[in-house]
């Protein structure tokens, strides 16, 4: 069965730092490319950042200059460093990619940013 397994969240200070990562059960996750999206009760979910195939990086404009994703293929993980963190940021964060039509989701991690 393929996994994600999403892991890092947890409870920060409005500009605070946390790194999330994703790791995959199987290296094909490395030929393709990976996103982290958020989701706030009662709104839809959110791409926030992707890393193509090629290395190529997007972001939402609300992160920009704050968030960084990244990829180790040795350990078949992408990272989201976050930092600044704002209390806008609170959300469930899931790390998804598209797999021969299929997409895939981890369970989420809860980032909260509140002081």
């Known amino acids: 069965q393929v996994l994600l397994e999403e892991s890092g969240g947890g409870l920060v200070q409005p500009g605070g730092s946390l790194k999330l990562s994703c790791r995959s059960s199987?290296?094909?996750?490395?030929?393709?490319?990976m996103n982290w999206y958020r989701q706030v009760p009662g709104k839809e979910r959110e791409l926030v950042a992707k890393i193509a195939i090629g290395g190529a990086l997007e972001y939402i404009d609300s992160v920009k200059g704050r968030f960084t994703i990244s990829r180790d293929r040795a350990k078949i993980t992408v990272y989201l460093q976050m930092n600044d963190l704002r209390p806008e940021d609170t959300a469930v964060y899931y790390c998804n990619t598209n797999l021969f039509g299929r997409e895939y989701w981890g369970q989420g991690t809860q980032v909260t940013v509140s002081s």
């Open positions: 199987t290296t094909t996750f490395n030929t393709v490319a």
